[in-house]
């Protein structure tokens, strides 16, 4: 007892500098009456003085090192299974031993069939090494208990045997003395397994509530991607956590890290910015030699499927790839396109590139690939330099092979064309058959738009020198576009409000929100005589309704106007180009005999007050109707 109450007091006087002299008399004297080591044990690791300020004292951790035994030297020069069985079958081990070969038996049985592998497990050696492993599974380090799951799973082993079942028992028994490191390689093993269905309900729910309550442990970049990308699916809260963890340690992603993080959250489709924007500045300061065309081309993807624009990253990825454009497979340059295109980021130097590239190599492009990159070009309105030499390229790529597409691939591969203004007769006889549009079938929100598709195809044979003036949609197809009801941007409903003004506020003179025959919506219709007065729309003719409109003829002199609201979705990023589906809109409506008023968002919204509006729109109107005039 006296040797304990003096040990307990050497603790405390450890805490003051002052009395270390007295303390180290103490310790000594406890030691000599007692004989025994018992003050030591009770007392702690020396704690940083209170009087040296606040802050937390730094513990020395021994360093433990662990010599490799002969037979754990011998395993790991081992060349293949065979050879590592053999060594077994020679020498034995411990249960540690026998993971070990386990573990390296895994990695050299990748090189082999599934079959081989299989074959491995009914050897009597490798049975043997699981018996030992199992009836010792006490003693197995943490990291080998981790490791054997994953290495026994590669083997073909289910979860379902006895050997595996001690295994996960094992791992839930001693969760919380694992490293979180330990933690989040087993919960890479969890995920997969519950990827096949073949989870541990227990263990999957206790290992996510001890990644969740020491999230803080996470100091590790290359643990926090591999965690995000397998466990982060498994617990929306686990990833909240790890995201916040992402914007703490984002200085120190390697490049490949940032890439994982990226395609982490694409494929849970979480779009959490501030987190993009701390990954797109740290990768923008990466140097080039890191940023590899697979690096850039998984993070294009993780943009577009995000929907997130950063312009400085970019322009960097698209400088940065120009060089690679080259060494890019076919199936490269259509991810690339494909994924710029969604960004709406014409970068003209890259996409030439991707033109000149089909036209190097036109033969190994499929007729998928082809039609994708020409989807590309199409929604970005891009037209390559040496446009007749690429078109003629790729009517010759299709020959023969277009009619195998799809139907929906093959629809959207003629309105494309429609849009570039280079479809021919064929191919849009072929999708505005009766016949083509039984084949359209699926959600029904999804068919609607593509047989809106078809209007605008059929516009296309109607309006332009395609096809035989004057021609009628086909009968298959709907007839005008169903418009949504729903609420209307703050730019229509200005607009709306506008042209009522113009109108005089005359209901008969304005329509909104016109449902046309060539596929396309108007926001407002007027018809000005010719002294630019509004005339009453009821009885006018309009080829452009379903009905026809009325049978009076337009008054001579007399213009009819289209207005359309450009929202900032309608233009290409960072730029004041339309894309292509609405310059084609705007082409077919002036060939249908509209005269177009465009209301872009960026010089409606420096119109602060309704009269600086209607005079914007009147000015608008007056040069319409000048250009037709100078025609």
Known sequence: MTARILGRWAHLLLRCPQ?????????????????????????????????????????????????LSELDELVKKAG???????????????????????????????????????????????????????????????????????????????????????????????????????????????????????????????LLKQLELRWTELDNPRTLATLMARAGALSSSLMDRLEDKVLELAEKFSAEDIRKVALALSSQRRRSVPVLRALSYHLREKPSSELQAPLLLDMAFAYSKL??????????????????????????????????????????????????????????????????????????????????????????ALRGSWLGLEPFLLTDMVWSLCVLQQAVPDYIAAVTDTNFHTKLTGAASHVVSYKLKLLQIAASRQLEPLGAPGECPPAGTPS??????????????????????????????????????????????????????????????????????????????????????WEFSHFCCKSKDLLGRFAMQKRHLQLAGFLVVEVPYFDWLELKFDWQKVSYLKDKMGHAVAEEMAK
Not at 358 to 373: A, C, H, K
């Open 307 to 396: 929907n997130f624009h950063h312009t400085p990253m970019l322009e960097r990825m698209s400088s940065e790839l120009l060089p690679w454009l080259p060494e890019l497979s076919p199936a490269d340059v259509m991810r690339w396109s494909k994924a710029l295109a969604l960004l709406k980021w014409l970068h003209l130097p890259l996409f030439e590139g991707f033109a000149q590239h089909f036209m190097n190599g036109s033969e190994s492009y499929s007729t998928l690939q082809l039609s994708n990159l020409i989807l590309s070009f199409a929604r970005l309105n891009f037209q390559p330099t040496n446009r007749e030499k690429f078109y003629k390229k790729v009517h010759e």
């Open 19 to 67: 009395a270390s002299a007295a303390s180290s008399r103490l310790q000594a004297a406890t030691a000599q009456r007692a004989g025994t080591p018992w003050p030591l044990a009770w007392a702690r690791p020396a704690a940083k003085p209170l009087c040296l300020g606040h802050g937390l004292p730094e513990e020395e951790q021994p360093s433990i090192k662990f010599k």
């Open 80 to 206: 293949t299974p065979e050879a590592v069985l053999q060594l077994w079958a020679e020498r034995g081990g411990s249960a540690n031993q026998a993971g070990l070969c386990l573990i390296h038996i895994s990695r050299l049985a990748l090189k082999k069939d599934r079959a081989e592998s299989a074959n491995l497990l009914q050897d009597p050696r490798c049975v043997d090494m699981l018996e030992t492993v199992n009836s010792q599974i006490s003693v197995v380090w943490n990291g080998m208990l981790v490791s054997l799951l994953h290495s026994l799973s590669n083997l073909g082993l289910l979860p379902s045997t006895p050997v595996m079942q001690s295994l996960q028992t094992e791992a839930l028994w001693r969760l919380r003395r694992l490293t979180y490191r330990q933690l989040a390689y087993l919960a890479d093993w969890v995920s997969a397994r519950h990827s096949q269905g073949q989870g541990n309900e227990m263990l999957s729910t206790t």
């Open 480 to 565: 005008a576009v169903p418009v949504k009801a729903g609420t209307h941007t703050a730019l229509q409903r200005g607009l709306h409000a506008a042209v009522q003004t113009l109108a005089e506020n005359r209901t008969s003179a304005l329509r909104t929100n016109v449902s046309t025959v060539y596929g396309w919506v108007i926001d407002a219709e007027l018809v000005l005589d010719a002294e630019n007065k509004p005339v009453d729309l009821e009885n006018l003719v309009a080829p452009h309704l379903p009905g026809g409109g009325g049978a009076d003829l337009l008054p001579q002199g007399a213009h009819r106007m289209a207005f359309l609201a």
